[in-house]
């Protein structure tokens, strides 16, 4: 039989990210959970790898005690943090496909369907952001940033948004941008200000 | 100290135990004076024996790429990606 994702209900993944955080307390350090750590304790073995041009930041390998990464992208190593929660996700949330001991017929990423692919990498990216950027924190941290803006009289909206996400990437120890998808998947931003305050760089 | 290596060295590949690279882990692993000659010993009872290389550890089958974080979000693997990557992972480090 083919293999079938069944994606979670949405409001299972913040309850995914809680057990993981709270399974690990000694890897979570102020907001900061240390990924590397984390994927360390459950026996899951990180491969950095040179895998060059071939625009692979990583991925989740038939063993499920391995996960490859591209060596280069720990130069930059908040943007390694979500590739590796991204994977951990994976792990995580086909925790039986992994298991199982047999991948079954259809359950390579090159053999799916190309919607089943899609909601398994949305559920993976959501969860990886829930894990690393957890939402009632998130909220709880814009507003404390954004609140202290305001005192301070800064009325540049635009300004205020970028500077807002830098503090609060730098309390979570995520890139910039990931900070910023974070807050309008939250809402807090709309896809327009998203757009206006974080052009794409040329 | 190269990451790739470092991780390699992890493994028990030995290919990586040049005079220099000993040096940056002994640093890099921070041991105590007391544990720096068992580590020298153990360094050259490594070279000594036959190298390993990383497809002695590990095999096309455990590393196939299952589920991946691509540059491109857009694109999904072929089976000819997946080979390609599997080539440069398992290609020896230079």
Redesign the interface.
Known sequence: MKYQYNSPDPAAIPEISTKIREKFPDRVEGHVLDIEGVIEDLGI????????K??????????PH?I?VN?DI?IGSNRARF?LA??LA?KVL?FDLWNSGN?PAG????E?D?DQ?AA??RD?KRLAAEILQPEAIYRERYSHHWSILESEGKTDFNWCVRTTVELVAGEFHVGFLTAAVRARELEIISYEEYHRCFPPVM | M???KY?EFE?GIGAWLSPAFRSRLRFALMLPSEDVEKFNQLCQAAEKSRPLAFGDQ?TR?????????????D?????E??A??LD??F?P?S
Not at chain 1, 107 to 110: C, N, Q, T
Request: charged share 25%; glycine share 2%.
């Open positions: 073995t990180i491969l950095p790898r040179p895998l060059g071939l625009l692979v930041e990583g991925y989740a390998a038939r063993d391995l490859v060596k720990f590739t991204e994977e994976h086909e991948l359950a390579k990423s090159e799916m190309p692919l398994l990498e993976a | 190269d990451i790739a991780a493994c590990f089958e455990q590393l196939h790429p299952v589920r991946l974080r691509l540059t491109n979000e694109e999904q693997l072929t089976t990606d997946a390609a990557i440069q992972v290609a480090l």
